[in-house]
């Protein structure tokens, strides 16, 4: 099925109508004329004409000379500290709040007078970017999803360099801040741009999607991410589906009908659904898995690709992936390569043996539905491999729920093939209590070193270690302990 001539008569229109194809803003009046629009400008104390938006930093320590300076208060840290420090290292200016400028206009030197002033921030940098995205016309996919979204996106954005050029989300800027940042660095070189959307509070992605204005929206799946914020699945479907709502009037969604909840979505609009279902628009299936849980896949019944990531989780994120490009014009050998050559990023599942034994680095964030799907990776490897140890630290943002969520998580892993299973965490003692006088071995240890020195005499030729946790918990902090420097992909 060939079916991206659809999408290209579908959102051609809308592409034309804003900006310049692939071209750059005028440099010269182009912050005027923003300023003139944005009802939150006060006054400046530096000629506009002369300062380059694009080029800009919420950072002073990273600020290069010529570049602006943007005062952002966050929940630990407040930009108006470091103004000073930043027109002393070469910002062209700096954008800060009124009130601030009030209070210290007075002893700011003459030299150093080079001020935007606007009634919040936050609201600038959000505000700007959203106006910068509107200045060009190449597509912008935005996605999101409680798992999986980052996979997703890098896979997006590997397949369409093979021809294109493309702007992507980096690390994890996909929240109130990063999304404009990565907004900014639009410009007339890319041909289209991937970004992720972040949420950990109702109403965010909603307001995310109004910035980036995205042609094309993919969803990956509904879980328990950051569910201790909305209380129930429902209320995270009615979040993460926002971004839906944000696109079917012009866009077009990629539907993950193999997700019970997302399967539910009402018809309107123009939508791709993908799924194993051969009903589906684009569809796929798990043909094999190897020795080190690497799926091979078909899809549409005629490509056949073997991905070098390990898990069968990610054979969704590779179905979408590949819907996506098909959906925009990229040849089949190109998604086929792209994918087979698809590394993820580091501490997401990154795998390789050392001393006879396998490790499994997917330190990097964790909730229940992602920890039980390294469980089942965990115990899915192959016979040779005799011992299967579990070092996993707390899931956080769960709220209230945490305590129940370890004690379902422990309830699950007792009934796995998992040998042991090393705690840490004052949540994980929930883990532990559940795991107790049954079959699965479980300790808890208070510092990553006690644990690792534990887990040290355990290590042989036939076992595999799997190191999960959420961000906070810093768990790559194990393979330190032991010694051990994890590759970097």
């Not at 990154?350 to 490790?359: C, I, M, S, T």
């Not at 379902?408 to 949540?427: C, H, K, M, S």
């Not at 030729?461 to 051990?484: C, N, P, Y």
Request: charged fraction near 20%; glycine fraction near 8%; charge should be negative.
């Amino acid at each position: 099925m060939v079916f991206y001539n659809h999408m290209a008569a579908l959102l051609a229109p809308e592409w034309a109508a804003r900006g310049t194809q692939n071209g750059n803003p005028k440099m010269a009046g182009d912050f005027t004329v923003f300023l003139a629009q944005f009802s939150g400008f006060q006054q400046a104390t530096v000629d506009p004409v002369q300062v380059d938006y694009r080029n800009l930093s919420i950072d002073s320590r990273t600020l290069d000379n010529g570049q602006l300076f943007v005062a952002i208060r966050g929940d630990n840290f407040d930009g108006h500290q470091f103004v000073a420090a930043a027109l002393e290292k070469g910002a062209s200016a700096a954008v800060v709040e009124k009130g601030w400028f009030r209070e210290h206009e007075g002893s700011l030197a003459p030299d150093a007078r080079r001020l935007v002033v606007v009634n919040d921030t936050l609201a600038f940098l959000q505000q700007l970017a959203a106006w910068h995205r509107r200045q060009f016309s190449y597509p912008v996919i935005g996605l999101s999803g409680s798992n999986g979204k980052t996979t997703t996106r890098e896979m997006i954005a590997q397949i369409f360099a093979r021809d294109r050029q493309v702007l992507q989300s980096k690390g994890n800027l996909n929240n109130h801040i990063g999304l404009p940042l990565t907004l900014l660095k639009m410009d007339g070189n890319f041909e289209i741009a991937v970004v992720e959307m972040g949420t950990n509070h109702p109403g965010e992605i909603a307001h995310l999607a109004s910035l980036a204005a995205p042609d094309a929206a993919v969803l990956t799946n509904i879980g328990k991410g950051h569910i201790g914020f909305f209380g129930t699945l429902k209320a995270i479907y009615e979040e993460k589906t926002a971004l839906f709502q944000a696109v079917e009037a012009r866009g077009l969604c990629f539907i993950n009908m193999d997700d019970p909840l997302l399967s539910q979505y009402p018809e309107g609009g123009a939508r791709v659904t993908v799924g194993q279902d051969p009903r589906n628009d684009f569809f796929g299936r798990v043909e094999s898995v190897d020795p080190l849980g690497r799926i091979t896949m078909v899809m549409m019944d005629q490509i056949r690709v073997k991905l070098n990531i390990p898990g069968r989780h990610n054979f969704h994120n590779a179905l979408l992936a590949a819907a996506v490009a098909r959906q925009f014009g990229v040849e089949w050998a190109d998604i086929q390569a792209a994918l087979e050559e698809f590394k993820p990023a580091n501490q997401r599942m990154n795998v390789w043996q050392a001393g006879g034994v396998l490790f499994v680095n997917d330190a990097y964030n964790a909730n229940p539905d992602s920890m039980r799907a390294a469980v089942d990776y965990l115990e899915s490897l192959p016979g040779n491999i005799r011992h299967r140890y579990l070092v996993i630290g707390d899931m956080l943002e769960l709220e209230e729920l945490g305590p129940d969520e370890h004690r379902a998580l422990g309830t699950y892993i007792a009934t796995t093939g998992v040998d042991a299973v090393y705690l840490f965490g004052p949540l994980s003692r929930h883990t532990l209590a559940a795991l107790q006088n049954g079959p699965v071995k479980a300790q808890w240890f208070d510092t990553h070193a006690a644990l690792a020195e534990a887990l040290r005499g355990h290590l042989s030729a036939d076992s595999a270690v799997l190191v999960k946790g959420s961000r906070g918990m810093r768990m790559e902090t194990v393979f330190k302990e032991l010694g051990i420097d994890p590759p970097q992909n």
